[in-house]
C-alpha cells in the first residue's frame, strides 16, 4: 500500500507533530539541559496548561492558545517558585540526584492526582475555530489543528534560541550552565539566574499545555505518555542544545507517523523508545550536545 | 534549621501514625444487623471512572427507591462500596473484606471486563450470585452458571457487539464490497476486532486494511490517511474514548468518507464527547445501548433519569447519562427483584429464579441465556443525524441519535452513503 | 546483631507468619497482608539499587511486570509449579537488570533513570502485542485447589512472608559486606571511588541484577494473587510511585528503612483502599512522599538516629 502521496503525507504529519512535541520538550532542554534540574514533572505542568486552556475556553470562550499565552506569568511564578524549594532543600547541599528526582516525581504525581480531584477523569476538549478545518497543498493534506500548534512550537523555539544568544539573562543562563564558579566571579548569581531559567521552562509548560489539549482530548494521566517523549527528545537532541531539541522532536514526529501509516501504529511508541535506549548506549552526547 | 526540620519530620511521623490509627479503629467497627448489605467495588479513580462514578450514582438511586417502598422482605437495603481504582488488583482486597468483615448479603461487580474478572474465582469459591456491570465475555473460561450480566451483548458476545453494524452494511443495495478493520491495542478494541474479523467472513466482504495502534497515539491522520489510500466502503473503529474522538476528527479533516463508517467506537455515548465533536457525529454508525427514541422509553425509564440528572449536575458526571446508568440501575433492579421473587437471600435460589424468569426493568424486559449472558443480544446500532452545532439540549430530543437495529426498537431509516447524512 | 542472630529472627518471623496462617484469623487479614509483605520486597530490593548505590529506578513496574508474564509464560507451557515460578520470574527480571546496567554504564545516574522508564514503556509494548501471554486482552488463571493449605489466600501470605524475609535476609547481608561498602562509596562519588579502586562497574552490574532479581520475585506470585493479568495493571505506575516513596519514608540507608516504609504506607493504603476509597488516597501518597523527601529526606530511621545522637 506504498505510493509517494502517502509517504509525504506521513511525513509532513510527522513533521507538524514534531513542531508540536518540540514545544513540550522546550521547558526540559532549558531546565535538564541547561541547568541539570531532572524536573521529570514538566509534562505535570503541561498538563496543567492545559487544563486551564480548558477551564477558560469553557467558561469564557477564550481561543486556548491565547490562554496559554496569558497565562505565561503565572506559570512562571510557579515554576520559579518550585526551583526556589528545590533549590533549598536539595541543591545547596548537593544531595540533588536521588532527592531531586523523587521530588519531582512526587509533584508529578501531586499535580495529576489533584487534577483528577478537581476535574474528574472525563476528557476533555476545547473548541476553537482552526479545529476541524484543513488545507490542501498539492495532495498533501494539513490539518490545521496540527498546523497551528507545530507553528507556535517552532515560534517558541526561535523566541527561546534568540533569549538564550542574544540577551544578557539568556547568556547568563549559557554561563551557568558551563562554568558557575566563574559566573560568580563576574558578578552575577547563578541562583537567580537558575530561578528565571527554571520560571522560564515552565511558562513554556503553559503554552505547550494549551497546544496540546487543541490537538487532542486530555486526561489527568495524559502526563505519563509524554515523560518518555520529552526526555528522549531532549536527550536524544543533545542536552543544551535547543536546537537540537527541535530537530530531535522532528525526528520522533516522524519515526511515530512514518511507524503508524507504513507498519501498523502499534510499534511506533516503543520504535521512540527504542531511538532512545539506542541513543544512550552508542552516542549519549545526542546530535549537538556538548 | 536541623532541629526544627527534626521536629517537623517526626510531626509527621506522627500524623501518619495517627491517621492510620484512626482509619484502623474505623474498619473493625460492627454493623447494624438489620438492613440488607449488598457490596461492590467500583473504578471511582482511575481511567474508567467516567463510567464507574455514574454507574454508582445509577445503584445509589436503586437503593433509594427502593427504601422509599419499604426495602426487600421488608428490610432496608444498605449500599457499601469502595474504590477499585480501576486496577484489578484491588479486587480481591476490595471483596474479601466485604464478604468477611462487612458481611455483605450479596455482591454486584465493578464496571470493566478487568474488574470483573478477578471477581470471578471469589465468587465461584463461595458459590455467589453475582450481577456483571458491562465486562466482556468474562463467563467464556469459567461458564459459571450464577453469573449474570446485565451488558446486552448477548450470547457469543464477542461478535453480537458488531452485528448489528454488518448487518446494515450489507443490507444496503449495492451491497459494499471492501472493510477497513482499525481498533486500538487494548482489551475491548481487540475482542470487538475479532468479533468483526468473524462477521467479514460470515457476510463476504474483503478486508482491505487491518490493523491497530497503541492507546496513547496523538494524531490519527496517519492512520486515516492509511485507510483512506485503500478506499474502503465500511470503515469499522473499535476504540475508546481519546482515540474515538481522534478518530473521528482526523477523518473528517482529511475527508475520509466511505459508505458506511464506525461500529464499535466507545465514547460517542459520552455527552462530553457529542457535544464537542458536534456535526462531525452526522453519519456515524455506532453501537450504543439506550437514545431518547420513542421505541426506548421503558417503564421507569424517565424518572430514573430525572432523578439522575438532578443529582449527577451536582456530582459533575456525565449529565445526560444515556449510557451506562440505566444498565447499572437495572442490574440491581433485577437483584431485586429476584430477592422479592424468590422470598429468600439464599444465593443459590436468587441465581435459580434470575436464571429462569424474565424481568420488566428499566431498560425493557430482560430473560438471560447460557452463560449468563442475555438470551438475545440488544446491542443497538444508531446513527447520528441532523445534528447542529455543539449544544448539548439537541441530544435530550428524539432524532439526533437514530437506533437503525435490531429491529424491535428501529425509530428511523438509515442515511446512506455517510456522505449524505453530513450536508 | 550478628548474621546468625539476623537468621533466628528471620525463622522467627516465619514462624509467625504461618502461625497466622494456621489461626482462623479474618481472611482480609491474608489479602491485606500479602499487599503489604508484597511491598516489602519491591522496597527493599528497589533499596538495593536506589538506596545503597544510588541509582534511582523509575521502571519498577517493569521488572514486577516481568516476573509475572514469566510465570505466566510458564504456566501456560510448561504448567510449572510455584517455586519454579518464582525462581525463574527472579531470574529473567535479574537478566533484564543487567542488560540495562549494561547498556547505561558509562552514563550519569540520571539517565539510568531515564532509560529504565524507557524500558517500563517498551516492555509494556511488547507484552500488549503478544497474544501469548493474553496480550492486551489480558490472562486468566483458573487456580486449581491450593495444594497443601487452607486456602490460596492463606498459601499466598505465607510464600509472601517467606520471600519478605530472604529478601530482607540479603539485603542486610549485603549491605553489612565489602559489597555494601562499595555502594556506598559509589553512591557518594562514583569518580573518586573508582580512583581508590573500587570496582564501580561490577558493583553496579550485581547491584541492578539484584534488585531486577528480587523485583521479578515479587512479580511472581502476582497471577496466583489477582487471577487476571493485564499489561496496564501490571505495569501501573502506583508500582514505581510506591518503590520510591517507601524507602524515601522509611530511610534508604539501612535495610529497615524499606521495611519500615512499606509497612506504614502499604498499611495506609490498604487501610485506605477500603475507607477514604478515593483519589484523595493517592493524593496522600504523593504529599508525603515531597513533604518527606524535603523535610526528612533521611526518613524515619535517620530521624531515630538523629534522636539517639542527642
Known amino acids: 500500500m506504498f505510493t509517494w502521496d502517502l509517504l509525504a503525507n506521513a511525513v509532513v504529519a510527522g513533521i507538524l507533530l514534531g513542531g508540536f512535541y518540540a514545544a513540550v520538550s522546550l521547558g526540559v532542554s532549558l531546565t535538564f539541559g541547561l541547568l541539570d534540574v531532572v524536573n521529570i514533572a514538566h509534562p505535570a505542568f503541561v498538563i496543567l496548561g492545559a487544563y486551564a486552556a480548558y477551564v477558560m475556553n469553557s467558561s469564557f470562550g477564550l481561543d486556548p492558545i491565547l490562554t496559554g499565552v496569558l497565562f505565561t506569568p503565572l506559570f512562571y511564578a510557579l515554576g520559579a517558585g518550585v526551583y526556589r524549594i528545590y533549590y533549598g532543600s536539595f541543591e545547596r547541599r548537593g544531595e540533588e540526584s536521588l532527592r531531586g528526582l523523587v521530588f519531582f516525581f512526587g509533584l508529578l504525581f501531586i499535580i495529576e492526582v489533584a487534577l483528577s480531584l478537581k476535574y474528574g477523569v472525563d476528557y476533555r476538549l476545547v473548541e476553537a475555530a482552526y479545529i476541524g478545518k484543513s488545507i490542501d497543498l498539492g495532495g498533501v493534506g494539513i490539518a490545521f489543528r496540527l498546523l497551528v500548534p507545530c507553528v507556535v512550537g517552532l515560534l517558541m523555539t526561535l523566541a527561546l534560541s534568540l533569549f538564550l544568544s542574544r540577551t544578557f539573562y539568556g547568556r547568563a543562563v549559557m554561563g551557568v550552565s558551563q562554568d558557575q564558579v566563574a559566573l560568580r566571579l563576574m558578578g552575577a548569581n547563578p541562583v537567580r539566574i537558575k530561578t528565571i531559567a527554571f520560571g522560564i521552562g515552565i511558562a513554556a509548560a503553559s503554552l505547550s499545555g494549551a497546544l496540546l489539549i487543541t490537538i487532542s482530548p486530555v486526561v489527568p494521566s495524559t502526563d505519563r505518555d509524554y515523560i518518555g517523549r520529552v526526555f528522549a527528545i531532549t536527550v536524544l537532541g543533545g542536552l543544551g542544545s535547543v536546537g537540537g531539541t527541535l530537530v530531535a522532536s522532528i525526528i520522533l514526529g516522524v519515526a511515530e507517523s512514518l511507524m503508524a501509516t507504513l507498519f501498523g501504529p502499534s510499534w511506533s511508541l516503543a520504535v521512540s523508545f527504542g531511538i532512545l535506549l539506542l541513543a544512550l548506549a552508542v552516542r549519549p552526547a545526542g546530535l549537538f550536545g556538548r | 534549621m536541623n532541629g526544627f526540620r527534626t521536629l517537623l519530620g517526626w510531626a509527621l511521623v506522627g500524623a501518619v501514625a495517627g491517621t492510620l490509627a484512626l482509619a484502623g479503629a474505623d474498619v473493625f467497627v460492627a454493623r447494624a444487623a438489620d438492613p440488607i448489605k449488598i457490596g461492590l467495588g467500583m473504578a471511582l479513580t482511575g481511567g474508567l471512572s467516567a463510567n464507574g462514578k455514574p454507574a454508582l450514582m445509577a445503584i445509589q438511586i436503586w437503593k433509594d427507591d427502593v427504601n422509599k417502598k419499604g426495602g426487600l422482605l421488608g428490610r432496608p437495603v444498605e449500599l457499601i462500596a469502595y474504590d477499585d481504582q480501576t486496577n484489578p488488583a484491588t479486587v480481591p482486597g476490595i471483596y474479601t473484606k466485604l464478604l468477611e468483615v462487612d458481611k455483605v448479603d450479596f455482591v454486584v461487580s465493578g464496571y470493566g471486563t478487568n474488574l470483573i474478572a478477578p471477581l470471578m474465582p471469589i465468587a465461584m469459591e463461595r458459590k455467589l450470585t453475582i450481577m456483571g456491570i458491562l465486562g466482556l465475555a468474562n463467563n467464556e473460561k469459567y461458564k459459571y452458571p450464577n453469573y449474570f450480566q446485565i451488558q446486552p451483548s448477548g450470547p457469543d458476545p464477542e461478535a453480537n457487539w458488531a452485528t448489528g453494524f454488518f448487518e446494515i452494511a450489507a443490507r444496503q443495495n449495492p451491497k459494499p464490497q471492501t472493510i477497513a478493520l482499525v481498533g486500538a491495542d487494548a482489551e475491548y478494541p481487540r475482542h470487538a476486532i475479532a468479533g468483526a474479523r468473524e462477521l467479514v467472513k460470515k457476510f463476504g466482504f474483503k478486508t482491505v486494511y487491518d490493523k491497530s495502534y497503541p492507546p496513547s497515539t496523538v494524531d490519527y491522520t496517519p492512520i486515516a490517511r492509511a485507510i483512506k489510500a485503500v478506499s474502503p466502503d465500511i470503515v469499522f473503529v473499535a476504540s475508546y474514548p481519546p482515540d474515538s474522538v481522534g478518530m473521528v476528527r482526523a477523518s473528517a479533516e482529511i475527508g475520509l468518507q466511505p459508505k458506511i463508517f464506525g461500529g464499535g467506537m466507545v465514547g460517542l455515548q459520552f455527552t462530553t464527547v457529542m457535544t464537542s465533536l458536534g456535526p462531525m457525529l452526522n453519519g456515524i454508525v455506532n453501537y450504543d445501548f439506550w437514545a431518547p427514541e420513542s421505541t426506548m422509553m421503558f417503564p421507569g425509564i424517565k424518572e430514573f433519569f430525572a432523578e439522575y440528572q438532578k443529582r449527577a449536575k451536582e456530582a459533575g458526571v456525565d449529565p445526560l447519562g444515556y449510557y451506562l446508568p440505566p444498565y447499572a440501575y437495572s442490574a440491581v433492579q433485577i437483584l431485586g427483584l429476584a430477592i422479592e421473587g424468590g422470598k429468600s437471600l439464599d444465593q443459590q435460589k436468587v441465581a435459580d429464579y434470575i436464571r429462569s424468569n424474565e424481568f420488566s426493568t428499566i431498560v425493557g424486559k430482560v430473560r438471560f441465556g447460557p452463560n449468563g449472558e442475555w438470551a438475545k443480544s440488544r446491542v443497538l446500532q444508531v446513527q447520528y443525524q441532523g445534528i447542529k452545532g455543539t449544544d448539548v439540549e439537541q441530544f435530550r430530543v428524539p432524532g439526533k441519535k437514530v437506533v437503525l437495529y435490531p429491529e424491535e426498537f428501529k425509530s428511523g431509516t438509515v442515511i446512506y452513503p455517510y456522505s449524505a447524512a453530513q450536508k | ?310
Open chain 3, 1 to 310: 546483631m550478628k548474621t546468625r542472630g539476623a537468621l533466628v529472627v528471620g525463622v522467627a518471623v516465619i514462624g509467625l507468619g504461618v502461625l497466622l496462617g494456621g489461626l482462623r484469623v479474618n481472611p482480609y487479614v491474608y489479602f491485606a497482608g500479602y499487599v503489604v509483605l508484597q511491598y516489602v520486597v519491591i522496597a527493599t530490593a528497589w533499596n538495593v539499587l536506589g538506596g545503597y548505590a544510588g541509582y534511582v529506578n523509575f521502571g519498577t513496574p517493569a521488572f514486577f511486570a516481568l516476573g509475572a508474564y514469566t510465570s505466566i509464560f510458564l504456566i501456560e507451557a510448561f504448567k510449572a509449579p510455584l517455586p519454579v515460578l518464582i525462581v525463574c520470574g527472579g531470574l529473567v527480571a535479574a537478566l533484564l537488570g543487567l542488560g540495562i546496567g549494561y547498556l547505561t554504564l558509562r552514563l550519569k545516574g540520571v539517565f539510568f533513570s531515564i532509560a529504565t522508564f524507557a524500558l517500563s514503556v517498551v516492555l509494556q509494548t511488547l507484552i500488549i502485542n503478544w497474544e501469548y501471554v493474553g496480550g492486551a486482552k489480558g490472562y486468566t488463571l483458573i487456580r486449581p485447589p491450593a495444594p497443601f493449605f487452607r486456602s490460596w489466600g492463606v498459601l499466598l501470605f505465607t510464600l509472601m512472608v517467606v520471600l519478605a524475609v530472604v529478601t530482607v535476609l540479603v539485603a542486610r547481608t549485603i549491605e553489612r559486606s565489602w559489597i555494601g561498602r562499595g555502594l556506598a562509596a559509589l553512591r557518594d562519588n562514583e569518580e573518586a571511588a573508582e580512583c581508590m579502586g573500587v570496582p564501580t562497574l561490577r558493583l553496579k552490574l550485581f547491584a541492578t541484577t539484584l534488585s531486577g532479581f528480587f523485583l521479578g520475585v515479587a512479580g511472581a506470585p502476582f497471577p496466583y494473587y489477582v487471577t487476571y493479568v493485564e499489561p496496564s495493571s501490571a505495569f501501573d505506575l502506583n508500582y514505581a510511585v510506591n518503590a520510591l516513596a517507601m524507602p524515601m519514608i522509611g530511610g534508604t540507608t539501612t535495610w529497615l528503612g524499606p521495611v519500615i516504609g512499606a509497612v506504614l504506607l502499604g498499611t495506609a493504603q490498604q487501610v485506605a483502599t477500603v475507607t477514604i476509597s478515593s483519589e484523595l488516597n493517592l493524593l496522600i501518597v504523593g504529599v508525603v512522599l515531597v513533604l518527606f523527601v524535603v523535610l526528612a529526606p533521611e526518613g524515619i530511621t535517620g530521624l531515630v538516629r538523629r534522636l539517639r545522637r542527642r
